[in-house]
């Protein structure tokens, strides 16, 4: 996971999470599964906004096919026609901490 930098789209102009992140690239997150066994993880790192169109674009499209399986799903094709609008970014975290765990391993 250090090393590996993780992507999160997100709206150009008035995220609140973006407009935190232009003030402060340090980052703190947490990823839960809701479903049982819970699991999870959490961390530090510094972000970077990625705002050109084409990237954006590019990354959204991985997204969409990453969580909705095709681009021709109604989620991608909202997703990534945000992008091509150019209201969109991506926070690129790079993670300098992290912990794990998973109630599921006794």
């Keep these: ?3 590996q930098k993780w992507n999160i789209h997100s709206n150009k ?3 609140k999470k973006t ?5 402060n ?3 703190y997150f947490s990823v839960d599964d809701c479903n049982i066994p819970y699991r999870g993880v959490k961390g530090r790192g510094v972000s ?7 990237m954006v674009t590019e990354i959204a499209e991985k997204i969409s096919l ?12 909202a997703l990534v026609g945000r992008s091509k609008q150019k209201d969109a970014i991506v926070i690129e ?14």
């Design 1 to 3: 996971m250090i090393g």
């Design 13 to 15: 102009y008035n995220a």
């Design 19 to 23: 407009l935190n992140i232009k003030r």
């Design 25 to 27: 690239p340090k980052v």
């Design 48 to 54: 970077t906004i990625l705002e050109n169109q084409t």
């Design 66 to 77: 990453k969580y909705f399986g095709a681009l021709n799903h109604p989620g991608a094709k």
């Design 93 to 106: 975290i790079n993670p300098k901490f992290f912990s794990t765990w998973d109630f599921g391993k006794t």
